[in-house]
């Protein structure tokens, strides 16, 4: 592969179908509205069959970005349903292609008529992302921004669905795009060299290549120090309620949630299993654990959730350890205190309604039984968990850019080493390790792409998009 193999915009493998395609792109039970959208060569053509405005003007012969009001009918002309139709012109749609939506009324009998009339004239099945996929083909977005869909359609907090937003409108492209530039010219710098003889190059020539190179790892690693706040916004922070049986877990699991999630009993050892629920806290999304009392045990049952809670608590980016104040500090405890983690842990001292003989730890003051101290407690989660997600919603990495991204530094590190060893000589060498590094970046946006990278992605999409 050479060079100028990498300065189009999409190099890959795979060629747009010709196909009409067509999905119900509304969520499947009853709903006011249901949109059934076609897109494709033949899109007008199969709306204007299927749909006749109340006007009398075909949708083929509509200009673009208009609607029309009226109704769907099948082959025989029997009305199916009564709606709107938006036509959208090849190349501002959003994949690129003419394409037409028909906005029914949401019902799950009514939206299969409808779509099995549209396949009738002339249209297909839409596979799981194509919609999308085509608008990546189409040079209506690149994969990073097509990941941010993805990301904003499942997004369960508001921190998650921005950061998303922003990754979609492009700021995460922005980056790579910036990095790939950059990679690219100290590619193109370095081979131009090759064409010299030894000793016909001024002797900073090289020291400026490496000098970009370095700059360029910079804004590769500040890249990559996105990931673990990008990894809390899509999956969520993971928060073990740790301590001993009775200490009041699972009323605090309750308590946070708002409803009665976990039984609780006086009786010790009610909870063995662990609880786990979704919560979402300052706007950013929790995944709250409630765990089995930690204590010695010959019930195996009992022993087993035990061994559970603590793996929780080990693989936790937040803890909660709740005591129970009303009574003197366990050995126990006082052990497990010693060795929580500071920085990721929030102290609860329950039940001081009845009294409070824990003074020496220094822990948020509540009674789960009155909701007195939940804001406070709250506050202290908050306080935490500003240390790992950011205040303000970045455009962040995900996992397949991570991996690619430190496959792009390993090659270029390579080709580094090569700078410091004799450089006319390993000139080539370096250049090759860069040609690697620049294939991983373009796989991050798509400018170096090939049919399995994109069944990756657009697989994991619903049909309609």
């Known amino acids: 592969m050479n060079l100028g193999e990498f300065s189009g915009w999409a190099y890959g493998l795979e060629m747009l179908s010709d196909e009409t395609i067509a999905a119900i792109a509304t969520p499947a039970g009853e709903g006011g509205i249901g949109i059934i959208r076609i897109s494709g060569k033949m899109a007008l053509e199969i709306g204007s069959a299927v749909f006749q405005s109340a006007d009398g003007v075909k949708l083929i012969d509509r200009e673009a970005n208009t609607f029309a009001y009226g109704f769907i009918q099948d082959k025989e002309g029997v009305q199916i349903d009564a709606g709107l139709a938006l036509v959208m012109r090849a190349p501002k749609s959003f994949t690129g292609e003419d394409t037409v939506e028909l906005q029914g009324h949401g019902g799950a009998v009514v939206l299969r008529r409808v779509l099995r009339r549209v396949l009738e004239a002339g249209a297909r099945m839409a ?113 073990a309620i740790l301590g001993r049986p009775n200490a009041g877990k699972s009323t605090l699991l309750n308590a946070l949630l708002g409803f009665e999630r976990a039984i609780v009993s006086e ?20 995944r ?110 995900s996992e397949r850019h991570r991996v690619l991204l430190i496959q792009a530094r390993d090659e270029a590190k390579q080709a580094r080493a090569y700078l410091n060893q004799n450089i006319e000589q390993k000139a080539a060498l370096a250049c090759d390790h860069l040609r690697s590094a620049l294939e991983h970046l373009g796989h991050v946006t798509g400018r170096i792409y090939h049919t399995e990278l994109l069944d990756n992605i657009f697989s994991r999409f619903c049909i309609g998009k």
Request: aromatic share 6%; proline share 2%.
């Open 127 to 239: 596979e799981p992302g194509e919609f999308s996929r085509r608008a990546f083909l189409n040079g209506r977005m690149d994969l990073t921004q097509a990941e941010g869909l993805f990301d904003l359609i499942r997004a369960r907090s508001d921190r998650a669905a921005q950061a998303a937003l922003e990754q979609l409108e492009g700021v995460l492209s922005l980056s790579f795009n910036r990095l790939y530039d950059a990679f690219l010219e100290v590619t193109a710098n370095l081979e131009t060299t090759l064409d010299f003889v030894e000793d016909e190059l001024p002797d900073d020539v090289f020291t400026g290549i490496a000098q970009k190179l370095d700059y360029s790892f910079k804004e590769l690693d500040e890249l990559l120090d996105t990931w673990n706040e990008g990894r809390l916004l899509r999956e969520g922070v993971r928060v």
């Open 288 to 397: 709250l654990t409630d765990t089995a009392g930690l204590r010695v045990t010959d019930c195996h049952v009992e022993a087993e959730g035990i061994r559970r809670a603590e793996a929780h608590g080990e693989a936790a980016e937040l803890i909660i350890y709740v005591l129970d104040a009303s009574k003197p500090l366990e050995i126990e405890d006082q052990r497990r205190l010693a060795e929580l983690p500071s920085d990721r842990s929030v102290v609860v001292l329950n039940k001081i309604d009845i009294g409070q003989k824990v003074n020496e730890i220094d822990g948020v003051a509540v009674s789960l039984l009155t909701s007195y101290g939940l804001v406070d407690l709250k506050a202290a989660l908050i306080d935490k968990l500003e240390a790992e997600a950011q205040s303000t919603p970045n455009a962040v990495i």
């Open 267 to 286: 009786i010790e050892g009610t909870t063995r299993d662990t609880i786990e629920e979704q919560w979402i806290l300052n706007g950013i999304q929790l």
